[in-house]
């Protein structure tokens, strides 16, 4: 069955240092994947999706991931963090049938001054 | 475009009643689903629809029903509320037939006492 895993249940990092954040699937073929944002008391938004191509996807607020299949990995990176990118992140990927989208447990985001 | 909407934003119910969660789209997306949200497990899907009329289950579907009879609108029902369903509850739509890329609504903060 597809799953996902993200690691880090929390992370905190210092307001311009980079960030990067773990996600770990499991899927018997090429997947689709995606990255979504939460900040507090909102629904969620989608920051960058793999579906085929370029393994290097780029999102919106500066946000990047690489597909790596080798690892199955799908991991969320950022050069330079800004306080307003605390969040919640959710890394999914869709399950075979196409029907529904899987989420990781999601990682918390602090950012420090 | 309104995008997702949802309603009501907070509801406190008592074990019990019963109750209709609303969302509406009005981007004409096929697919529409409904997601609970709860502390360290992610987004879990309860139903799924990829058009009007029709309906099918997801991860965690006892206790809930939907409908679709518009492509606009899928409300969620509860039928009999219980502790177990205090949850937060998003509403999401996509453009194909398919769970690809989800918008989500703002989301409904439901407390069952």
């Known amino acids: 069955a597809q799953s996902v895993t993200q690691p880090d249940i929390h992370i905190t990092v210092s307001e311009g240092a980079s960030l990067e954040l773990r996600c770990n699937y499991s899927y018997g073929a090429t997947p689709y994947l995606f990255w979504y944002v939460q900040s507090p008391g909102q629904g969620l938004q989608l920051l960058l999706k793999y579906f085929s191509g370029d393994t290097l996807v780029q999102g919106i607020k500066g946000f990047e991931a690489e597909f790596k299949r080798s690892q199955s990995s799908f991991n969320l990176r950022k050069p330079s963090v800004h306080w307003s990118d605390a969040a919640e992140y959710f890394c999914a990927v869709h399950n075979q049938a196409g029907t529904a989208l899987i989420f990781g447990k999601g990682t918390t985001l602090s950012v420090s001054s | 475009n309104a995008g997702v909407t949802q309603t009501p934003k907070f509801q406190v119910l008592k074990t019990g009643q019963s109750m209709t969660l609303q969302c509406a789209q009005d981007?004409?997306?096929?697919?529409m689903s409904w997601y609970r949200q709860d502390p360290g497990m992610g987004l879990r899907l309860i139903h799924y629809s990829v058009g009007a009329g029709i309906t099918d289950q997801g991860e965690v579907p006892n206790g809930y029903n939907v409908s679709r009879s518009t492509t606009e609108d899928f409300p969620l029902r509860l039928l009999s509320a219980a502790p177990s369903q205090t949850s937060v509850y998003f509403c999401?739509?996509?453009?194909?037939?398919?769970?690809?890329?989800?918008?989500f609504g703002p989301g409904t903060r439901l407390t069952v006492t």
């Open positions: 999401a739509s996509s453009y194909s037939q398919e769970a690809y890329e989800q918008y």
């Open positions: 981007m004409n997306h096929e697919y």
